[in-house]
T-cell receptor
């Protein structure tokens, strides 16, 4: 079974430029998450989708961040414009609602460096 | 608010046993999960406690005490490959997780 796929793995951009990250979850997983992880810290939830609906986006900085999950499968996270403080690893995860075990499957992440 | 505190770093000897603690200040959650993350890798699920007590999965065990707002991950027969970061996370239902600060475990020969 294929795991969560993310691309690109690494991205270096200059501040004020736009950037987009792509995620393909595990087949059949209806819930998808985007997290931000700073060095030495735990993942912090940005947005959670159930199918194509964003059910929790309270931590998403909506002035510069946007996300979409068309057809309830793939998802894209965008930052426009990027700031120096956005440098971090962006993780995508998926799960089955109702598994009841707090078990999420994470992708390898995209390491973003803003210069 | 919700906060989960873990020791930032722990060092242990290969073949020994180590306990990684997690204390939290939150309520109304369904359970406590544990994840492992190697440098540059993805977090991977290790264990879950829905009820108080000990859950055992091979060399890994996890414990939860809601009355003490405390949990821990116990790793036995430590191997060099266990060097990684470990995160506790509370499950608020529908698999929504809030992660702890993380513990970097270093195994020495």
């Amino acid at each position: 079974e294929a795991g969560v796929v993310q691309s690109p793995r690494y991205k270096i951009i200059e501040k004020k430029q736009p950037v987009a990250f792509w995620c393909n979850p595990i087949s059949g997983h209806n819930t998808l998450y985007w997290y931000l992880q700073n060095l030495g810290q735990g993942p912090e939830l940005l947005i959670r989708y159930e199918n194509e609906e964003a059910v929790d986006d309270s931590q998403l900085p909506k002035d510069r961040f946007s996300a979409e999950r068309l057809k309830g499968v793939d998802s894209t996270l965008k930052i426009q414009p990027a700031e120096l403080g956005d440098s971090a690893v962006y993780l995508c995860a998926s799960s089955l609602v109702g598994s009841g075990r707090g078990e999420q499957y994470f992708g390898p992440g995209t390491r973003l460096t803003v210069t | 608010g919700q906060s989960l505190e873990q020791p930032s770093e722990v060092t242990a000897v290969e073949g020994a046993i180590v306990q990684i603690n997690c204390t939290y200040q939150t309520s109304g959650f369904y359970g406590l999960s544990w994840y492992q993350q190697h440098d540059g890798g993805a977090p991977t699920f290790l264990s879950y406690n829905a009820l108080d007590g000990l859950e055992e999965t091979g060399r890994f065990s996890s414990f939860l005490s809601r009355s003490d707002s405390y949990g821990y991950l116990l790793l036995q027969e430590l191997q060099m490959k266990d060097s990684a970061s470990y995160f506790c996370a509370v499950n608020f239902g529908n698999e929504k997780l809030t992660f702890g600060t993380g513990t970097r475990l270093t195994i020495i020969p």
